[in-house]
């Protein structure tokens, strides 16, 4: 299957973003969530800054604090040499031998970007989505966005210390929005609500992170309103080994085809180096796999793909339709945005059938 990688890429990258917050860097504008309203592409940017350290051996981490009037940008000094934390992983710092992330290195929101070609974007300035809650203290990540008539719903991870979570909110014309709370509590995130009810249920993709017995997997579930959802159920599962051994999540939000939902997923070995495969959904009972890639339809090969904040990395909240075209909207090694254009028949050839459909096949 060919993959077609635009010419320029990545289109949008930090030095293409102001910071927001005062005394810090934008260090990864990423995994975005993608829309198509009154004639434009928008695409809602992961946009992770952190504060500026004038001493080496000081890292900072910012956080949001509630606890006061208002809301207040605080930065917690940790010293390097502190032998309590773990600094080894640039986004994270953790409790040294224990299970258990201390603080993030940087804080991400949601600004939107707009693009009437769907190639050359214009940031905007000020954040659409911020942390407004205690469970969104440490930043609202990766956002998905699924459209079902004049509505748009937003699901995004909201992170603080209590863990990582599911937010949800409603906007009719990307300025104005309603929240409706936490869809689903910590540990979860990678959530992605199907754009149409099927036989009277909505259903989403999630994925649990089981802190004992259970894998880092894709989940479905449904519900009668959007808000409350239940019946969860097991949907698909890592690989011993290869490519998707590691953890599995949703990625863009499914999308309907003559022969099921079609699902664009990430995953990642065991080494943390993300891919992208593709799953295929029965159209009434979308908690049926029908079929599958066994190979990855996207890698990291390019340079801005395999080198970045945190290095190997190609993720995707989002795809745009035309005709046979897929565009797919990705982050590239947690740092910048890039998109690929693929075939959707020459996807579907890449499908393995799990059991041969009712229909006969494609």
Not at 224 to 232: Q, V
Request: hydrophobic share 35%; glycine share 8%; proline share 5%.
């Amino acid at each position: 299957m060919e993959v077609k990688r635009f010419t320029d890429n990545p289109i949008i990258t930090p030095e293409d973003v102001k910071p927001y917050h005062e005394n810090h860097e934008v260090i990864g504008v990423f995994n975005a969530g993608v829309a198509q309203y009154n004639g434009e592409t928008l695409l809602l940017l992961r946009v992770a800054e952190r504060p500026y350290s004038q001493d080496r051996n000081i890292v900072k981490a910012p956080v949001i604090d509630f606890t006061r009037q208002g809301r207040v940008l605080r930065l917690i000094e940790l010293e390097k040499s502190d032998s309590q934390y773990d600094f080894s992983d640039p986004r994270t710092i953790r409790y040294s031998g224990k299970d258990g992330t201390a603080y993030l290195t940087s804080l991400s929101y949601i600004r939107i970007a707009r693009s009437t070609d769907g190639q050359n974007f214009t940031v905007d300035d000020q954040p659409f989505l911020y942390p407004e809650t205690n469970e969104e203290a440490w930043g609202i990540e990766d956002p998905r966005v699924t459209q079902m008539g004049g509505t748009y719903y937003i699901q995004y991870s909201a992170v603080s210390d209590k863990g990582v979570g599911v937010g949800l909110i409603s906007t009719k014309d990307f300025k104005s929005y309603s929240r409706h709370g936490l869809m689903l509590h910590p540990e979860n995130k990678d959530v992605a609500i199907f754009p149409e009810k099927v036989n009277g249920k909505y259903y989403a993709l999630h994925r649990p992170v089981p802190k004992g017995i259970g894998k880092p997997e894709i989940w479905i579930a449904e519900s009668d309103n959007l808000l409350y959802w239940g019946n969860h159920r097991h949907l698909l599962g890592l690989s011993e080994e290869g490519w998707d051994s590691g953890r599995i999540g949703g990625g863009a939000v499914p999308f309907k085809t003559e022969n099921g939902w079609l699902e664009i997923y990430h995953a990642a070995d065991k080494n943390d180096r993300y891919c992208l495969g593709a799953v295929l959904l029965d159209l009434e009972n979308p908690a049926r796999v029908l079929a599958r890639t066994r190979q990855p339809i996207l890698v990291p090969e390019a340079e801005y793909e395999v080198n970045g904040f945190f290095n190997q990395v190609v993720f995707t909240c989002g795809v745009t339709l035309q005709n046979d075209k897929v565009q797919v909207y990705y982050g590239v090694a947690d740092t910048s945005m890039a998109v690929a254009e693929l075939s959707l028949r020459e996807l579907m050839e890449e499908l393995t059938y799990e059991t041969v459909p009712e229909s006969g096949g494609i």
